[in-house]
């Protein structure tokens, strides 16, 4: 049976920290990652690598492509991609403040720690704004369908794609809105999470409705709500078998293809953006052999 990093596919926890990490020049980080995979549960810890450390170890894994850059007027989508990505999730904050120490000492000899962002559960599972996130996830043998690869043999099967962009809240903008534009902005009421059939075309549940794709672009997301000294807003998190519904999501909220933004522009702005490939497990720990390792 094939086995996965089972955190992806649980409710977020109380408390998170993304840690990214770059690779050290000149450091070989076969043993490291060696090390890396005994320590991940895949639960309290969940990896993902990014392309240019899939492509330093000589292995290729062929989904896992640059994060694309896009403009709209006034708006643009970075593309901000680094070496490791470790997802630390714990119902406690002072565990993770340990944990991080652990994590940052076992990856010394290879990586250095980028950044570090402090996420949490708000509200039983609201954006800042106060909108409940994730509604639509899909769940159970669906979820596992949407999020993990099957069909491309060992060491491929039960990984996960994963895209990752902080969101830079404007609260002050967002509080202005009335209720209805912030109703319309989102296209669910807050009061009862009712989805507003008469919401603009801008609105975000209309540009994101992941039905109406060709062919249908779902995504398991598991994002939480972030802050920290830049300022607050959301960690977007999105597992997939590929980048394929992501990519078409993002092309439709930025209005590529009629010119309409989506609403969510009025009062927030992603910061970062990053694609990880997330390993299977095998024997209770990460299994690196796609990677030859
Ligand atoms: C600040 C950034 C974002 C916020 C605050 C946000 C918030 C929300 C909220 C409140 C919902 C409605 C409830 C639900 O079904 O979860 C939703 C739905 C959704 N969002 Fe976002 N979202 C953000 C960014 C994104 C991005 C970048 C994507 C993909 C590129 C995305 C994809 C989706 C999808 C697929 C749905 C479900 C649509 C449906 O099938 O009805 N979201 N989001």
Known sequence: MTAYQTGILQEVPSAARYLSFSLIAG????????????????????????????????????????????AAAGIEVPSTPTALWCWLRAEDRGDLVHQTYQLCDLLAEAFECESVLDAFKYDGGRDLTGYEDGTENPEGDEAVNVAFV??????????????????LHDLSLFNALTQE?????????????????????SAHVKRSAQEYFTPQAFLLRRSMPWSGTRGEGLQF???????????????????EEDGIIDALFRFTRPIT???????????GQLDLSALGI
């Open 150 to 167: 099957r069909d491309e043999g060992t060491g491929m099967d039960g990984s996960s794609f994963v895209a990752v962009q902080a969101w």
């Open 237 to 255: 998190v999105a597992f997939d078998r590929s980048f394929d519904s992501f990519e078409a999501q993002l092309k439709r909220m930025v209005g």
């Open 273 to 283: 953006g990053s694609y990880f490939w997330c390993p299977p497990m095998k024997a």
């Open 27 to 70: 450091a070989n980080p076969v043993e490291t990652l060696r090390r890396l995979a005994e320590q991940t549960d895949g639960q309290s810890l969940v990896v993902g690598l990014g392309r240019s450390l899939v492509l330093m170890l000589g292995a290729e894994i062929s989904a896992l492509t640059n994060f694309p850059v896009h």
């Open 181 to 201: 534009q912030q109703d319309n902005s989102i296209g669910r009421r807050k009061r009862d999470n009712e989805e507003l059939d008469d919401a603009p075309l």
